[in-house]
């Protein structure tokens, strides 16, 4: 299976987070909830690698403080994500599921560790390349009008790289919104091409903060990974 490389999920691991085992009380999981800050966290057999499922802050608090997590019934859907996975497979998951730390699992589907939202993050701002210098430039157009190879070619004619593409989908008006990153902060000319060649330019980002931008990007990521 091909994966991205430098994107795999193993690489974001965290070992700083504390999972639950069956053996310990309701007091004692929302104790360590609180103290790890976390909403959620693993359960773990008492073997430390088979893992059982995930216990929310909000479902504990329906038990008694003194009851045992394994008496606590953990359900069929056990969210985690594969050691070998790439970053858009754990976006998806988190997605999904809102959590604030997931699961990852190794090959024999054995609990190794967590990735958090904030190592996400840091993978999707490597990926799209936002600690580069460079401008972003938005485009809107309708739907049938969008040629990523043409947007390319344009920029090559005005000698710039695109770093990084992004796109959103408006279906209520059947347009794109696409979201290019430069590697130059001065893109007038290209902007004058595109306007040339009648693509509405609806805004250049020239001195936004790289926090900014990727907040923006995964915005329009997880837009397209509910698509």
């Given at each position: 299976?091909?994966?991205?490389?430098?994107?795999?999920?193993?690489?974001?691991?965290?070992?700083?987070?504390?999972?639950?085992?069956?053996?310990?009380?309701?007091?004692?999981?929302?104790?360590?909830?609180?103290?790890?800050?976390?909403?959620?966290?693993?359960?773990?057999?008492?073997?430390?690698?088979?893992?059982?499922?995930?216990?929310?802050?909000?479902?504990?608090?329906?038990?008694?403080?003194?009851?045992?997590?394994?008496?606590?019934?953990?359900?069929?859907?056990?969210?985690?994500?594969?050691?070998?996975?790439?970053?858009?497979?754990?976006?998806?998951?988190?997605?999904?599921?809102?959590?604030?730390?997931?699961?990852?699992?190794?090959?024999?589907?054995?609990?190794?560790?967590?990735?958090?939202?904030?190592?996400?993050?840091?993978?999707?701002?490597?990926?799209?390349?936002?600690?580069?210098?460079?401008a972003i430039i938005q485009l809107?157009?309708?739907?049938?009008?969008?040629?990523?190879?043409?947007?390319?070619?344009?920029?090559?004619?005005?000698?710039?790289?695109?770093?990084?593409?992004?796109?959103?989908?408006?279906?209520?008006?059947?347009?794109?919104?696409?979201?290019?990153?430069?590697?130059?902060?001065?893109?007038?000319?290209?902007?004058?091409?595109?306007?040339?060649?009648?693509?509405?330019?609806?805004?250049?980002?020239?001195?936004?903060?790289?926090?900014?931008?990727?907040?923006?990007?995964?915005?329009?990521?997880?837009?397209?990974?509910?698509?």
């Amino acid at each position: 299976m091909y994966k991205l490389q430098g994107m795999v999920i193993g690489q974001f691991i965290s070992s700083r987070f504390v999972p639950l085992y069956p053996h310990q009380q309701v007091a004692e999981a929302l104790a360590s909830m609180h103290n790890q800050h976390v909403q959620e966290l693993p359960v773990v057999a008492e073997d430390h690698f088979t893992y059982l499922g995930i216990a929310t802050e909000a479902q504990l608090n329906d038990f008694p403080p003194t009851l045992r997590i394994g008496e606590i019934p953990m359900g069929e859907h056990k969210p985690a994500i594969s050691i070998q996975a790439n970053l858009f497979d754990a976006l998806r998951v988190y997605q999904q599921n809102q959590l604030s730390v997931i699961p990852v699992l190794d090959e024999a589907e054995h609990y190794v560790g967590t990735v958090t939202m904030d190592k996400l993050l840091e993978g999707l701002a490597k990926m799209m390349n936002v600690q580069e210098p460079g401008a972003i430039i938005q485009l809107q157009m309708a739907a049938h009008d969008y040629m990523l190879s043409d947007i390319a070619r344009l920029a090559e004619l005005n000698d710039v790289r695109i770093l990084n593409i992004s796109t959103l989908y408006d279906s209520t008006r059947d347009i794109v919104n696409v979201y290019l990153k430069t590697n130059r902060m001065d893109v007038q000319a290209l902007v004058a091409t595109y306007a040339r060649y009648h693509y509405q330019v609806v805004q250049v980002y020239a001195q936004e903060s790289p926090i900014d931008s990727l907040r923006d990007n995964y915005d329009m990521l997880m837009n397209y990974i509910n698509m």
